[in-house]
């Protein structure tokens, strides 16, 4: 089933939240606990807050506080972007949504209101926002007074769009559509070819849901109320300015206008009253009187007299930028509007077959993970149960600037390894802000005649003296792996100065393999823009026999399930199935029957090659049955050489995100970084090692 619905919009006026209120009626019918959220607001919360936000909560009861509804604001979003980081404003939203997700059994997110000066990147962003949220779309158009090829061209064109990105549709929903055009508008856009599985409803133009009532009027001019108080309700469904005199007034008064004329033309106030209590003229909404100006007394008390009053309001703006302002004002369904309200429900049941629509959502499911989604869940869970994690490389720079992050963001309790007052200093130098540090000096530590004897009973039948134990415990990687060892710290994370050698030799031999059978290998993350794929073994092992390769195979299934990616394991080679031979190719098809044969729960190819492990396409010509080709996530390399070429070529070519190496057979985690590494794969790593130890807990 399907967890969330993103509802977003071709253009500006497009009605979506009148839409937004029927969707919500129908999910609420259907399902128990329904969220709403919006991941950019407009207004300033500490000033006003989001219409719609208040909208959905009142009117279907919801508990979740209104700052857990909203992502970030307008103004903070324009912000990061203009400082080039888009990349946190996804974040942000990515966790208020899933903060959300823990109230909720499904979420309705109300997309954007485009209020960007280019609609490009308001498309971009709602596109980024709904992949990294992984929601199934439903898209709003906006018909009104527009010619039928150019809304059918814009649907056309934001549906390919929206595809092409990799997102899932459910239908579309064309609103404010003139009656007659109803049917025609449906069919033009069901001509086109990858729109023919989707649903396609038309809801007809209501003027009064796109009209502001006298309420809204009133808090956009900043107006005085004088009169009408309880007529605050009635919706300007026109305007017109009242300067001239009344015989050419009197005609232009159709039902619902508003009368915008200066506070000193008693004539006119009183005219339009007067019309009020005629059988034969149309009714006003209200009188707006402008210039600062007032009626006198004798015209105030005249105006008392009327029993049936409409709203009369004041404002200091003159008649020319009242009536600017009038025209600008966009209409909301405010939650005290019971008739906005009954009206948007009663045409979103009366034009779209709820039962439909409804299933269609509900079962819908995006099978999105793009790498921001995946480096959060991972944090995420790293968070839930807090680890220590030794870093060795203490004074260098990009390990303190992540340490900075791992702290403040409470992902992980973080030690240093090195010099105490060389650290110090660099931490103030960099201006970074985390409290107080675990700080090892290894020289000095108490614990250094306990790590000498360990290392000295580990490998004295190599020949090792305890002097020489206690030098090469002094190493840090040493002395880290030690801690990891020892239990005094959860994990470890190092390689960003040090070869990947200097790195996991002491876990090697110090920590060990879970199983003398097992080897130790290593699994990369590989985060496309749409999936996550685990490669395995890419660092370690540089020819591995059947027997290994089935362990690898095994052990990266294990380590792939434990963050959150469904294990379908691909045996790589070059060649699928049963039509080549070769010693490298019945290694590969051994080690997939070993597979099996220990794992008979695991969903296993091989031999195969990878573009029919990927490839849907290729796969129904290669491999036609099989549960695994084209759909495969776990991706085994038969040799070091192939996998190691193979990662780094999908990561340059495609722009892929790799996370990695991590080290999987150990009997506690120990992980390397590149030491090419940015501050973000120090912290990505820290969290998979914090993961790890959860796992190896249990």
């Known amino acids: 089933m399907a967890n969330g619905l993103y509802i977003t919009a071709t253009e500006p006026g497009s009605g979506k939240s009148a839409v937004a209120l029927g969707v919500m009626e129908m999910l609420c019918r259907k399902l128990d606990c329904v969220g709403f959220f919006r991941p950019i607001i407009i207004p300033d919360p500490k ?11 009142a009117q279907f009861n919801l508990n979740l506080p209104y700052e857990k509804m909203y992502g970030i604001t307008q103004t903070e979003a324009e912000r990061l972007m203009a400082l080039g980081k888009k990349g946190e404003v996804i974040e942000r939203i990515i966790e208020k949504y899933n903060e959300a997700q823990k109230h909720c059994n499904f979420i309705l997110c109300e997309g954007t209101d485009f209020v960007s000066s280019v609609a490009g990147v308001e498309f971009d962003i709602n596109a980024s926002i709904i992949k990294n949220l992984s929601c199934p779309v439903l898209l709003v ?88 108080h309880k007529q605050m309700y009635r919706h300007a469904r026109s305007f017109t300015v009242a ?85 600008k004002i966009q209409a909301d369904i405010s939650p005290k509007d019971q008739r906005k309200i009954t009206r948007a429900m009663a045409l979103f049941e009366q034009h779209i077959n709820i039962e ?80 107080e540090l675990e700080i090892i000096e290894p020289l000095t530590s108490p614990n250094l005649d306990l790590y000498t004897d360990t290392y000295f009973e580990l490998r ?86 059947a027997g290994q390769l089935a362990e690898i195979a095994i052990t990266s299934a294990e380590t792939a399930a434990m963050f959150g990616v469904e294990p379908r394991i691909a045996m790589l080679s ?65 040799d070091l050489n192939t996998g190691n070429n193979t990662y780094k070529a999908v990561q340059r070519s495609s722009g892929a995100v790799a996370i990695g190496p991590v080290l999987q057979g150990l009997n506690k985690p120990v992980n390397d970084l590149s030491r090419g590494c940015m501050v973000a794969d120090i912290v990505n790593t820290v969290a998979i090692t914090a993961v790890q130890a959860q796992g190896s807990e249990k």
């Not at 000033?47 to 909560?57: E, F, Q, S």
Request: glycine share 6%; aromatic share 4%; charged share 25%.
């Open 460 to 545: 004295k039948h190599k020949g090792i003296t305890r002097e020489n134990a206690r030098d090469l415990v002094c190493d840090v990687n040493f002395f880290g792996t030690m801690m990891v060892h020892h239990g005094h710290v959860d994990g470890m994370v190092s390689g960003a100065v040090h070869s990947t050698a200097a790195t996991i030799k002491p876990a090697f031999e110090i920590i060990k393999a879970k199983q003398k059978s097992t080897p130790v290998s290593s699994l990369f993350f590989m985060c496309l823009w749409d999936r996550v794929l685990a490669y395995g073994d890419c660092a370690v092992n540089p020819d591995p026999d």
């Open 141 to 228: 158009a906006n018909a009104y007074q527009k010619p039928l090829e150019d809304v059918s061209r814009l649907i056309s064109l934001t549906l390919e769009s929206l595809v092409a990105k990799g997102c899932k549709i459910v239908g579309t929903i064309i609103n404010r559509v003139t009656s007659s055009t109803e049917d025609d508008i449906i069919h033009r856009i069901q001509a086109a070819g990858f729109v023919r599985k989707q649903l396609i409803y038309a809801i007809p133009d209501e003027m009064v849901l796109a009209k502001p009532t006298l309420t809204e009027v009133a808090k956009a001019l900043n107006a005085d109320i004088l009169c009408g």
């Open 243 to 327: 300067a001239m005199q009344l015989r050419n007034l009197l005609p232009r008064i159709v039902h619902g206008t508003l009368i915008i004329t200066p506070g000193d033309r008693a004539d006119i106030i009183v005219a339009c009253l007067a019309a009020l209590s005629s059988s034969s003229m149309e009714k006003i909404s209200g009188i707006i009187l402008t210039g600062g100006l007032k009626p006198e007394k004798p015209i105030w008390d005249l105006i008392q007299g009327f029993s049936d009053m409409v709203p009369v309001l004041s404002v200091e703006a003159d008649t020319f930028q009242t009536t600017v302002q009038v025209e």
């Open 356 to 435: 439909k629509l409804g299933e269609k959502v509900i079962t819908t499911q995006s099978t999105i993970m793009t790498p921001k989604m995946f480096e959060f869940k991972v944090i995420q869970r790293a968070k839930s149960h807090r680890k220590r994690i030794v870093l060795p490389e203490g004074s260098e720079d990009r390990i303190l600037m992540a340490a900075e992050t791992l702290v403040r963001r409470e992902i992980v309790d973080i030690t240093l390894l090195g010099n105490k007052k060389k650290i110090r200093q660099k931490i103030a130098k960099l201006g970074l802000r985390m409290g």
């Open 47 to 57: 000033k006003t807050k989001d219409p719609d936000i208040l909208l959905m909560a």
């Open 574 to 638: 070059y060649s699928t199935g049963s039509s080549g031979k070769g010693k490298d190719v019945e290694k590969v098809r051994e080690a997939t029957e070993l597979v099996r044969k220990k794992q008979p729960d695991l969903l296993v190819e091989g031999p195969i090659q990878y573009d029919a492990a990927i490839e849907p396409n290729v796969a129904k010509t290669k491999m036609p049955n099989s549960q695994v080709a084209g759909k495969a996530t776990v991706f085994i390399f038969p």
